[in-house]
């Protein structure tokens, strides 16, 4: 059983920094893309960012330039720094492991239970 806990998520006034971090655990080999995304109110899940285990990041465009991802291949954890906040990015924030290979097998998906970014003065 793999289980992804993010934190780091909160209230946060227009222009501010959060970082979000999350971690998996359980009887992990390999983890391949690990990443971010997010749901606002009334609106789909949207790709925030993710990073494939050689290290390639990708983005959306709405995020570029102010969120940066980051991976702890040993820890099996994933981060996300983020800057220049705006009332826009309020959303559940949910973490993303796609691909791991565990002592039971391969799974294709794992979610994290979401962290919660409030953007407002």
């Known amino acids: 059983q793999v289980q992804l806990v993010e934190s780091g998520g909160g209230l946060v006034q227009p222009g501010g920094s959060l970082r979000l971090s999350c971690a998996a655990s359980?009887?992990?080999?390999?983890?391949?893309?690990m990443g971010w995304f997010r749901q606002a109110p009334g609106k789909q899940r949207e790709l925030v960012a993710t990073?494939?285990?050689?290290?390639?990041?990708k983005y959306a465009d709405s995020v570029k330039d102010r969120f940066t991802i980051s991976r702890d291949k040993a820890k099996n954890a994933v981060y996300l720094q983020m800057n220049s906040l705006q009332p826009e990015d309020t959303a559940v924030y949910y973490c993303?492991?796609?691909?791991?290979?565990?002592?039971?097998?391969?799974?294709?998906?794992?979610w994290g239970q979401g962290t919660q970014v409030t953007v407002s003065s």
């Open positions: 993303n492991a796609g691909g791991v290979l565990t002592g039971s097998g391969f799974r294709n998906d794992y």
């Open positions: 359980g009887s992990i080999f390999n983890i391949w893309d």
């Open positions: 990073m494939s285990g050689g290290g390639t990041a």
